[in-house]
């Protein structure tokens, strides 16, 4: 029997990797979207070789909804259809709203929540054809609560949650489910450079006393596309270590 496609958005990053090591551990044929002609893409891959991890690779800018079609196009071609879909690009452009330009708030709707539009709207019709899929989509506890200076960010990761059950209604009868995950502060390597002293003030903060490990997202994820998870849809799984409750 043929491995289940995964296709995993921002799969370069510290939760995309975790993400995309947890899924192929899982039994999935794992599919990293990365942007075109991405640096660190070459060394990523042997990175990812050397642990025992041979994943293929799509490129598209997920801003682009025609580039999102014609990505999806491919894979559909090279492996396969897409049984699992995982929205986790994202980028941040923090400023204070008085100070907040128009370019940031554009940049950052338009590859935080845009591109959860323009890629799950080429593979979820073809998941509710076939009768089964899963769609993963990464918001933030920022989503939850709103942060002080992401007023961009916030307002798109809570722009998720919304996405998420509306879609989730419109396919449970279909066997897809659509769930979000809410991470709080999360140890990738971009958060453990920040200086030692603001990150002591950030894990002072949460009530376990620690960030949270990569790893734990991938496995969340691993549940979620699991069968055993086949009666979970419309949900947002909060993990953030006690940092806000809902």
């Known amino acids: 029997m043929a491995k289940k496609i995964a296709l995993v958005t921002g799969a370069m990053g510290g939760l995309g990797t975790a993400i995309c090591k947890s899924l192929a551990q899982s ?11 991405f640096p660190p893409k070459d060394e990523w891959l042997a990175k990812m070789k050397s642990e025992g991890f041979d994943f293929a690779v799509a490129e598209a800018d997920v801003t682009d909804f025609d580039g999102c079609a014609a990505m999806v196009k491919k894979i559909e ?16 452009r923090d400023a204070m709203f008085k100070k907040m330009e128009k370019g940031q708030w554009d940049a950052v709707l338009s590859t935080n929540l845009d591109s ?7 593979v979820l019709p073809g998941m509710a054809d076939r009768g089964w899929g899963r769609v993963i989509n990464i918001s933030s506890v920022n989503g939850v609560k709103g942060q002080f200076g992401q007023a961009n960010y916030s307002a798109a990761k809570a722009g998720i949650l919304g996405f ?24 990738t390597d971009m958060v453990m450079a920040i200086k030692q002293e603001v ?3 950030i894990v002072a903060t949460i009530p376990m006393g620690r960030l949270g490990k990569p790893e734990e997202i991938g496995a969340l994820c691993s549940y979620l596309v699991s069968d055993l998870a086949g ?7 909060n993990i953030n270590g006690g940092l806000h409750f809902c």
């Not at 071609?77 to 941040?92: C, M, Q, R, S, W």
């Not at 959860?116 to 080429?122: A, E, L, R, S, Y």
């Not at 009666?231 to 799984?237: D, N, P, S």
Request: net charge neutral.
């Open 199 to 201: 990150r002591d003030s």
């Open 116 to 122: 959860v539009f323009n890629v799950t709207h080429q």
């Open 164 to 187: 998420t059950k509306a879609i989730a209604a419109e396919v449970a009868r279909k066997g897809v489910t659509v769930n979000a995950i809410a991470p709080g502060y999360i140890g």
């Open 77 to 92: 071609a090279d492996f396969g259809p897409v049984d699992v879909l995982v929205n986790n690009a994202g980028i941040t």
């Open 27 to 37: 039994g999935f044929t794992v599919v990293a979207n990365c942007l075109p002609n």
């Open 231 to 237: 009666y979970m849809t419309g949900a947002t799984l």
